[in-house]
């Protein structure tokens, strides 16, 4: 009877010992969890709004733009800007011109906007074979002007006086010409000189 009650005693003072060391384990832990900050990232999504920089106008053949930012609004009245990739993006087809609807979605939200793909004049020139010589008296002559779009297609048009300043063949002299359309100018100088007989 004694030898149980000794036996009573140890296994008391084991399970004793045991308590104590499981209680200062979970005040370590404790401790420690505190130091530990507690990621409070608000995860619901509420709205998506598009920023301004995103082009509204595209060209024929333009690429799907960089640096385009998306405002993603939380639950939690916070928000965050993220970029906005092509594969967030349906509809993106800048192939024709026209105008396009996008739709962009992130998070289960999707917004439309409304684009228009454009073929623009982006430049203009005078070809090789353009008159540079005239006779003092001698009129404009015909010719024409090669036109460059957004696209890469290039067009001939007839060069009209109109499109024209400076052109003066009264006397001989070195002008220089400019040649206006769709809100390009370009230079070109020509020369006025005297007819000599026997010249056709």
Do not use: W
């Not at 979605?105 to 073929?119: C, D, E, G, K, R």
């Not at 070195?174 to 020369?191: Q, V």
């Amino acid at each position: 009877m004694k030898k149980l009650r000794n036996t009573l005693k140890i296994l008391t003072a084991i399970l004793l010992c045991l308590c104590v060391i499981t209680m200062f384990i979970a005040c370590s832990t404790n401790d420690d969890n505190d130091d530990v900050e507690v990621d409070k990232s608000p995860t619901l999504v509420v709205s998506i709004t598009l920023g301004d920089e995103f082009p509204r106008e595209f060209h024929v053949n333009s690429e799907f733009p960089e640096n385009a930012k998306l405002t993603v609004n939380y639950e939690d009245k916070t928000s965050t800007d993220i970029y906005v990739t092509e594969s967030m993006v349906s509809g993106f087809d800048t192939s024709k011109t026209g105008d396009i609807i996008l739709e962009i979605m992130f998070a289960l939200h999707t917004i439309s906007v409304p684009v228009s793909i454009t073929n623009p004049i982006i430049e203009i020139e005078l070809p090789e074979d353009f008159k540079k010589t005239y006779n003092v008296g001698e009129q404009f002559g015909t010719a024409d002007l090669i036109i460059t779009f957004a696209s890469g297609r290039t067009e001939k048009i007839a060069l009209d006086v109109t499109m024209v300043e400076n052109f003066n063949s009264s006397t001989a002299n070195t002008i220089t010409l400019k040649i206006t359309y769709a809100g390009f100018t370009i230079s070109e100088e020509i020369e006025i000189v005297e007819d000599t007989p026997g010249t056709p």
